[in-house]
């Protein structure tokens, strides 16, 4: 059965990475809701216009990366790519708009069918979170503190730098737009066939090009800086503030665009040289024209998405699982088995050996790294009591069966 192995760019996550992944996801949802931010769960699937009408036509995801299929029904689905336009999309659809501000956090899988690598997978997770309604940019500080704080949080503040640009509002990037098709034009002969494409439809996103000729012309290109209207500088300038006051530390990086279409003003990363070309571990950035050009109300947003295995790459400390007690039998398998179960209605974490003799359940309760063994031996059982042997220290002491909690409570 060749067939039996994951698909190209999938992976299993085996108990210990399944327990480092919840975990990091766990970190970041309980910082996100000391912040106010409430968890959105949205379909895997969506109509593929919800991506494709927005994240834009040139872009790589939309060109070269979603798993779109036609269903039973015939609709064209699409598993999502990412999560702010199926989000935005709930928020239409949900009728939110009332509702705002709104501030959401979102975690799960997302798909792109792109050359599988090391931090880059066919279907990987995101924990992301959307702030909408808020115009002004305290919306943009938050997030970005909140980014700061779980990546503090995780133990990578060291490991990134906080990489910050403007795109501008619509006036200024048109502005910069005509300069750039100026630019490209007269340096064409060195661009890609993908970024000659880009040059009738979105110059812009010749910037993000991955292309080593596109990046040779790039690093010469006009800079969007140059071409800001006082509105988006003097935006930009308050952000910049917001994040000095929060002691922030951030790079402007005046090269750094976004990958899909729907972005305005703040454009943001979390980096790293820690995971080889796979550097950017959370990326986000305001996006204040998507939800109206989706069809809904006119609505400012802005938010981030991480990738989780990334930042379980980067998130050093062990994830221990929870140290269970572990019940022994010697000769009363029921009593055993009630035992258990009352210890773990009483919030125990507790173990079965299912067989053998004590030597053997001794290594077992040694192999799931038990704290303690609980050995329900006859002499002890005739006296209402049990030996409780802690596995670390080696000892072994008779308990009272009607002081057991307590006792294992000590454990804690
Ligand atoms: P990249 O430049 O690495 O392709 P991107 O710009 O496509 O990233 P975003 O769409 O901004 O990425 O997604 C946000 C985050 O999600 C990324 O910073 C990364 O941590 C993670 N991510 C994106 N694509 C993948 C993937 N294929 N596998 C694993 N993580 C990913
Ligand atoms: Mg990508």
Redesign the pocket.
């Known amino acids: 059965m060749a067939q039996l192995q994951p698909v190209r760019g999938t992976h299993d996550l085996l108990p210990e990475d399944a327990r480092r992944h919840r975990r990091v996801e766990e970190i970041a949802f309980d910082i996100a809701g000391r912040y106010g931010f409430g968890e959105i769960v949205t379909p895997i699937f969506e109509f593929t216009e919800v991506f494709s009408r927005t994240l834009g036509e040139m872009s790589?995801?939309v060109t070269k990366e979603m798993y779109s299929f036609t269903d039973r029904s015939g609709d064209s689905i699409t598993l999502r790519?990412?999560g702010t336009a199926a989000v935005a999309r709930a928020f239409i659809s949900g009728g939110l708009a009332q509702q705002l501000p709104l501030k959401l956090f979102y975690r799960g899988p997302?798909f792109?069918h792109?050359r599988p690598q090391k931090?880059?997978?066919?279907q990987?997770h995101?924990i992301?979170v959307e702030l909408l309604g808020v115009e002004g940019p305290e919306a943009d500080v938050e997030v970005l503190a909140l980014a700061a704080h779980i990546l503090d949080a995780l133990g990578l503040k060291d490991k990134v730098t906080l990489e910050l640009n403007t795109l501008g509002d619509g006036e200024s990037r048109q502005d910069y737009r005509r300069a750039l098709v100026d630019y490209f034009t007269v340096h064409r002969a060195h661009l890609s066939e993908d970024s000659l494409e880009r040059l009738g439809r979105n110059p812009l996103r010749i910037l993000?090009s991955?292309d080593e000729g596109d990046r040779a012309v790039v690093a010469e290109a006009p800079l969007l800086a140059d071409y800001l209207n006082d509105r988006s500088r003097h935006f930009f300038d308050s952000v910049q503030a917001g994040l000095k006051a929060l002691k922030i530390a951030y790079q402007l990086s005046p090269r750094l665009v976004?990958?899909?279409d729907y972005y305005d003003h703040t454009a943001f990363?979390f980096t790293t040289t820690a995971l080889g070309a796979?550097?950017?571990?959370?990326?986000?950035g305001r996006y204040d024209g998507l939800i109206g050009q989706m069809g809904g109300p006119s609505t400012a947003g802005i938010g981030?998405?991480?990738?989780v295995?990334?930042?379980s790459m980067l998130f050093a400390g062990p994830v221990p699982a929870e140290r269970p007690f572990v019940v022994i039998p010697m000769n009363q398998p029921l009593a055993a088995l009630s035992l258990t179960e009352r210890l773990r209605r009483a919030g125990f974490s507790v173990d079965q050996g299912f067989s053998g003799n004590l030597k053997k359940r001794l290594m077992r309760a040694n192999r799931v790294n038990a704290r303690a063994a609980i050995i329900l031996g006859d002499d002890e059982w005739a006296r209402q009591a049990v030996a409780i042997r802690d596995l670390d220290a080696g000892s072994q002491q008779e308990i009272p069966l009607d002081a057991l909690e307590a006792h294992l409570a000590q454990f804690r």
């Open positions: 790589d995801v790519p990412e997302m792109r792109e931090g880059r997978l066919r990987f995101q992301g993000d991955k976004r990958g899909l990363e796979q550097g950017t571990v959370l990326a986000g981030w998405a991480a990738g295995e990334r930042l």
